[in-house]
């Protein structure tokens, strides 16, 4: 069974502070994905990634792929209320035939 | 362009009835998934249908099935509904373009109360 870990599960700041969020994983991605879900929709796609050691800006959001591509990373410098949410990675497994494996998710709030 | 549509957006149904929930991909997609999202856990794969067959279905009992139309639009049944599936049912929608993983855009959901 391949499993994607997502730390931290839960992540309370202050408007203006900055935060990281991991995904991690022991098998390598053939591409991984990073959504960001309001409560009762669905999951609305930010990035994806599929060139290890590869780094993508979003306006204050910085994803990177690591150089194995085992492992992702969510960055958001002055974090503002808007920004509250769940994240969600996602990573298609080499040879996983194009199927998507989430991770848990990070429940983002960014207090005023 | 529309996105991924999902019909009902909400449903109450009590232990032991069916149900049937609609999706209706991006227009030019051939792929659609369904997940369910329980509160307060992650998306769990429940079934991938291209080109209208059945490709790959997750780890959930036989009382939940799907198809796909020739339209790619999907169905996804539930029989004999337990409490525990109570939850956010996804619709995602993709291109399918030869064996690798494309960009998969989801739908608003359809909550599902089970009583």
């Known amino acids: 069974t391949q499993l994607l870990e997502q730390s931290p599960q839960f992540l309370s700041i202050q408007e203006g502070e900055n935060l990281t969020v991991y995904c991690n994983s022991s098998?390598?991605?053939?591409?991984l994905q990073w959504y960001r879900q309001e409560p009762g929709e669905g999951p609305v796609l930010l990035v994806t990634?599929?060139?290890?050691?590869e780094v993508k800006k979003l306006k204050r959001l910085t994803f990177q792929f690591g150089d194995a591509r085992k492992d992702s990373s969510l960055h958001i410098t002055a974090a503002q209320t808007g920004d509250t949410g769940l994240y969600l990675c996602a990573g298609a497994y080499v040879g996983s035939a194009r199927q998507l494996t989430f991770g848990s998710g990070t429940q983002l709030t960014v207090l005023p | 362009e529309a996105g991924v549509t999902q019909s009902p957006t909400h449903l109450i149904k009590t232990r032991g009835q069916q149900v049937t929930l609609r999706c209706s991909p991006i227009s030019g997609h051939t792929s659609v998934y369904w997940y369910q999202q329980a509160l307060g856990l992650g998306l769990q794969f429940l079934l991938w249908?291209?080109?209208?067959?059945?490709?790959n279905r997750g780890n959930f009992p036989p009382r939940f099935s799907g198809r796909q139309f020739p339209n790619y639009s999907s169905e996804l049944n539930v029989n004999a509904l337990e409490l525990e599936d109570s939850a956010l049912y996804l619709c995602a929608s993709s291109l399918s373009q030869g064996r690798y993983q494309e960009t998969q855009y989801f739908g608003p959901g359809t909550r599902l109360l089970v009583l």
């Open positions: 249908y291209d080109e209208g067959e059945e490709r």
């Open positions: 990634v599929v060139t290890g050691g």
């Open positions: 098998s390598v991605f053939s591409s």
